[in-house]
């Protein structure tokens, strides 16, 4: 059964405060890359285009690498170590990680619950699975999706139709909500069954005029997009009536967003090279610049994702080909 949901875009306005923390950008740490691109594991990894990010397993990061067709995680170490795929396992397979194939996998999350990863597929055009064994071998599955279609279609996860899924997040109760970003559409996995929460046909619950949504977040029961095209943050929560709200002009090209525990927003504005935050009280701050500080660390060249965990930022630096890390503590 489809609901009915509340949309309301972020509201920035020129009066908001904005400021550049220079001593939250003295914090921002190179933990894994080399910055040109390559394929290794260790402790001298090589990355080539990391673009989503989520927590995983004691505190490591989970990513897609999307150049090397792969899933990867990075230790607190910077240690990097590849799950599945691979710069030579490009296409589609499913089965043992070792052979399974991905072709620009996008999206990432991992619930601890079940021990088990999911993988927007972007160019597979599904959602797919991963799960560990008690022996430490991992198994992809696709789980929603026909592998190589495109289209849009709702009803069960084997008949179902994405069009380059970009960005996937696992709610509490298990189910998992999906950017899809080729039908301009946010979509509901449930119960073994695909829905469409919003977007921009008549036909969707919520009708919402998406142009590029391309990351989401979870905000307690809010999802946040990241609209790319649109240069806006949406806040879709449930409810009955929808408004927007229009956005200034201060973001281009938001591409990555997460949220803490205190109801802060932390965008990866690409078309600027910043990471943002704004607080709960609609405050605007700049924490890292690449058009101010050019040093080695903080010259970004298209942050494409950023994820909070335990006042730490990471930071996907697509055109670095490295991940970084912001130590938010004051």
Not at 129 to 138: N, P
Not at 222 to 250: M, W
Not at 270 to 296: C, H, P, Q, W, Y
Request: glycine share 8%.
């Amino acid at each position: 059964m489809k609901k009915a949901f509340y949309l309301l875009s972020l509201l920035i306005v020129a009066g908001l405060t904005s400021c550049q923390n220079g001593d939250k950008q003295d914090k921002l740490q190179l933990i894994a890359g080399t910055g040109s691109p390559g394929f290794a594991d260790g402790a001298h990894a090589e990355l080539f285009k990391p673009i989503r990010l989520a927590v995983y397993k004691n505190n490591s990061i989970l990513f897609a690498d999307i150049n090397n067709h792969a899933i990867r995680f990075v230790d607190q170490n910077g240690d990097v170590t590849t799950i599945a795929g691979g710069p030579d396992k490009k296409g589609f397979a499913d089965g043992n990680a070792d052979t399974a194939k991905f072709s620009n996998p996008h999206g990432v999350a991992y619930t601890p619950k079940t021990n088990t990863i999911f993988v927007a597929s972007a160019s597979n055009h599904v959602i797919r699975e991963i799960t560990e064994a008690e022996d430490g071998t991992f198994t992809v599955k696709t789980i929603a999706g026909i592998p190589g279609e495109t289209g849009y279609k709702d009803g069960s996860v084997d008949s179902a139709l994405f069009n380059s899924p970009h960005g996937v997040v696992v709610r509490d109760d298990g189910s998992l909500v999906v950017i899809d970003i080729g039908n301009a559409k946010l979509r509901l996995i449930k119960d073994g069954m695909v829905s469409t929460i919003a977007g921009n046909t008549d036909d969707d619950p919520l009708k919402v005029d998406f142009f590029y949504p391309i990351d989401l977040a979870l905000d307690g029961d809010d999802v946040l997009i990241a609209d790319a095209g649109n240069h806006k943050i949406f806040r879709i929560k449930p409810g009955i009536s929808a408004e927007t709200v229009q956005l200034n002009d201060t973001l281009n090209t938001p591409h990555g967003i997460s949220t803490d525990e205190n109801g802060s927003i932390y965008i990866a504005d690409m078309g600027t090279n910043r990471i943002l935050r704004i607080d709960k009280e609609g405050n605007f701050f700049t924490l890292v610049d690449a058009t101010t500080d050019t040093t080695s660390v903080s010259h970004l060249k298209k942050p494409a994702a950023v994820l909070y965990n335990k006042s730490f930022l990471w930071i996907a630096d697509l055109n670095n080909h490295q991940l970084k890390r912001l130590d938010l503590r004051d």
